[in-house]
């Protein structure tokens, strides 16, 4: 079992900037990659960014390519998603994934555990 623990949303004027952590837990030495997902209001959830835990690898999607920058700190066995230049779509619930085996890094049926989520709201 992974247990994933999300930090760092909030409320943020358009431009700004927010962090978002996700503290991983339990049998992490199983996990192949993390991901950041968000799930807009109505609407199905979908994937922002990507990174193999041994770091070698980062994807993202291409509204966010430029802005967003996911990280990892293995030491912590944090994932981090330094989201910068915000904009009002940004707003979501965002998620926090973890992987275990490889394959397609930005369908959220290949994750396996997820967190319970953190909501992002950026005002114009």
């Known amino acids: 079992q992974v247990q994933l623990v999300e930090s760092g949303g909030g409320l943020v004027q358009a431009g700004g900037s927010l962090r978002l952590s996700c503290a991983a837990s339990?049998?992490?030495?199983?996990?192949?990659?993390m991901a950041w997902f968000r799930r807009h209001p109505g609407k199905e959830r979908e994937f922002v960014a990507a990174?193999?835990?041994?770091?070698?690898?980062?994807y993202y999607a291409d509204s966010v390519k430029g802005r967003f920058t996911i990280s990892r700190d293995n030491a912590k066995n944090t994932v981090y998603l330094q989201m910068n230049s915000l904009k009002p779509e940004d707003t979501a619930v965002y998620y926090c994934?973890?992987?275990?085996?490889?394959?397609?890094?930005?369908?959220?049926?290949?994750?396996?555990?997820w967190g319970q989520g953190t909501q992002v709201t950026v005002s114009s």
């Open positions: 339990g049998r992490t030495f199983s996990i192949y990659a």
């Open positions: 990174i193999t835990w041994s770091g070698d690898s980062t």
């Open positions: 994934a973890a992987k275990l085996e490889t394959g397609k890094l930005g369908l959220p049926v290949e994750y396996d555990y």
